[in-house]
């Protein structure tokens, strides 16, 4: 069985910065790619930020502010979200696509909450 744990969230002043952590735990043969997206109340999910073994792509409200990563070895995403800004606040949500015991699909974790105070 294949699970996403995000870590990281929490509350933080406009200006300021957090680091989320994604982590695949299970049997996992190989992960292409993971991302991170959110979600507002009220508002549809959207993506954030992608990375492939060769790309990145961002939203175009992060670019120059929010940087994702990720360690092929520890199964594990990242996301430095630095210059927040209140329009950031949502749940944010860490998704991969995943091969696990001869099938491939994307897994979502349980989310982690990022609250921008004005």
């Known amino acids: 069985q294949v699970q996403l744990v995000e870590s990281g969230g929490g509350l933080v002043q406009s200006g300021g910065s957090l680091k989320l952590s994604c982590v695949a735990s299970g049997n996992i043969f190989r992960i292409n790619d993971m991302g991170w997206y959110r979600q507002a109340p009220g508002k549809e999910r959207e993506l954030v930020a992608r990375i492939t073994s060769r790309t990145t792509d961002y939203a175009e409200s992060v670019k120059g502010r929010f940087t994702i990563a990720r360690d092929n070895a520890k199964n594990t995403a990242y996301l430095q979200m630095n210059s927040l800004r209140p329009e950031d606040t949502a749940v944010y949500y860490c998704?991969?696509?995943?091969?696990?015991?001869?099938?491939?699909?994307?897994?979502w974790g349980q989310g982690t909450q990022v609250t921008v105070s004005s």
């Open positions: 998704n991969a696509y995943i091969h696990s015991m001869g099938l491939a699909r994307a897994y």
